[in-house]
């Protein structure tokens, strides 16, 4: 096995160790990146790594990230390297500063090898939709499946084994449903938790800053480093950081997890069911109760609608400086009103032009009541829901998708119960700001399933715990394309 196939703890060992040196480390993650054959990347930084890797000379034992190659999504801002976020409209954009997750990365002296592809301006969940074409999921070699968006290329570059981990975003399910698709972990922390300053906006009241690892113990290293007070965003939490791994291998007895019958009897995976039903058994096992609620089926089926006028309405605005003068091409026109058309006829693809358009019409003074306005007090309705639920119970436990990676050609019905309700209930953690982490299930025809775990504001170190040990119970950490891992359950 290459060091760089190692979790994020051997790899750190060998490192101390002097078994390894980051610029080796650096080297073969660039070497990787550049016989990538899923379309991962917008940029690979071989001069950058390389100048990093070299300075890194003396192990530093007490820090999990030194010398540790990853990658970024490419809407985190990242100075003096282009960022485009996956659109023809910031082409040529180079940022003046680093977003906090990237410095913060850059202080730890872990070492950024790509920038990754993603659906255009974190719009989307396929991967299809970014302005170098579809990104495909790494377990698929004949490329008709899908990786899911919109951080696809940062679950793709993790999934293939060229990084260790890979920062993404998270405004529906972008992070948690790739990592599903592709047997990692994604996690998205309470909304606050992570500094978004650098982060390119597309709903500010759902975005949330997430990233993909390969076991839960990176994952919990990762929320260490990555989370606490930044003054350049006025949104993050002034709680204090814990040692988020301190808890991993603690009993989870007593802790009581609900199932929300109503979206279990959406799924027709046969496969899927049957995998969960041994999850659950297992951590009955291991003394945790499972308890079984309706969430309401009439919310369920509002979850996407909601998400879709909130969030099109909130990227209208966000997004209302890519206007051909302050920022993308500058394509000429007699008036202002002539320049950001011309601007945004060429910069944009037409997923991002619908969404503006429903974004503006829901955002119309005669359609605020009926649109906007009435989806803000839905989703005050479900976050009601979520938290009522949560008071009773510690965690919610799903499927995190209904299926395995679907095919880029399926055209499934979107009103159908299983995509309304199984496919879309992740953003109930975006709805109500939680933490959610995705993980390896099992295996169906060599493709990963997932399950996800949600729980309170802030209790991200209990969350860690209960993944920690459904992890072991699966047998399933630190998969990448190399492994051949059946699992467990």
């Given at each position: 096995m290459n060091c760089l196939d190692l979790s994020l703890k051997e790899l750190h060992e060998a490192l101390v160790a002097k078994k390894v040196t980051p610029l080796e480390l650096a080297k073969e993650a660039l070497k990787r990146a550049h016989e990538d054959k899923d379309n991962a990347f917008e940029k690979i930084l071989d001069k950058e790594a390389i100048e990093e890797a070299s300075t890194l000379t003396e192990p530093e034992e007490n820090n999990y990230l030194w010398g540790i190659p990853y990658l970024a999504k490419d809407n985190f801002s990242t100075k003096g390297i282009e960022t485009t976020a996956s659109s023809n409209i910031l082409n040529g954009y180079v940022p003046v500063f680093d977003a906090t997750v990237i410095a913060k990365l850059k202080e730890k002296k872990a070492i950024m090898i790509a920038k990754t592809t993603m659906d255009e301006l974190a719009m989307g969940g396929t991967g299809t939709t970014g302005h170098l074409g579809k990104t495909y999921n790494p377990y698929d070699p004949t490329h008709q499946r899908m990786i899911g968006g919109s951080s696809c290329g940062s679950a793709a570059g993790v999934a293939s084994g060229i990084a260790t981990f890979s920062l993404g975003s998270d405004t529906g399910d972008s992070v948690r449903k790739p990592a599903a698709y592709s047997g990692l972990v994604g996690m998205k922390p309470t909304w606050g938790r992570i500094s978004r300053f650098g982060l390119f906006p597309f709903a500010p009241s759902l975005d949330h800053v997430g990233y993909f690892s390969r076991d839960v113990f990176a994952s919990a290293v990762l929320l260490d480093v990555l989370s606490g007070r930044d003054d350049n965003d006025s949104t993050s939490s002034v709680k204090p950081v814990?040692?988020?791994?301190?808890?991993?291998?603690?009993?989870?007895?007593?802790?009581?997890?609900?199932?929300?019958?109503?979206?279990?009897?959406?799924?027709?995976?046969?496969?899927?069911?049957?995998?969960?039903?041994?999850?659950?058994?297992a951590l009955e096992s291991e003394g945790v109760s499972i308890n079984y609620v309706n969430f309401g089926k009439e919310l369920l089926e509002s979850l996407y609608a909601t998400y879709i006028v909130i969030s099109c309405a909130e990227a209208t605005s966000n997004d209302a400086n890519l206007d051909g003068i302050k920022f993308g091409p500058y394509k000429g026109g007699k008036s202002y009103q002539e320049v950001m058309y011309n601007a945004r006829t060429a910069g944009f693809s037409e997923l991002i032009k619908r969404r503006f358009v429903i974004g503006s019409y829901c955002l119309m003074r005669e359609n605020q009541e009926e649109l906007f306005l009435r989806a803000q007090r839905n989703r005050a309705k479900i976050v009601e829901r979520v938290n009522e639920i949560l008071s009773e119970n510690d965690f919610i436990l799903l499927p995190s998708a209904p299926s395995i990676a679907p095919l880029f050609s399926n055209s499934s019905d979107k009103l159908s119960e299983e995509y309304l309700i199984a496919d879309n209930h992740l953003c109930l953690g975006n709805f109500a700001g939680l933490p959610s982490i995705s993980l390896p299930l099992a295996f169906e025809d060599k493709m990963p399933l997932s399950v996800n775990f949600m729980g309170r504001a802030f209790d991200e170190k209990r969350l860690f715990q209960i993944a920690s040990a459904f992890e072991r119970l699966s047998g399933l950490a630190n998969l990448s394309v190399n492994d051949e891992k059946e699992g467990n359950l």
């Open positions: 814990e040692k988020y791994e301190e808890d991993l291998l603690k009993p989870i007895k007593g802790y009581k997890v609900v199932v929300f019958s109503d979206i279990i009897s959406s799924i027709k995976d046969e496969c899927l069911l049957k995998h969960f039903s041994s999850s659950l058994q």
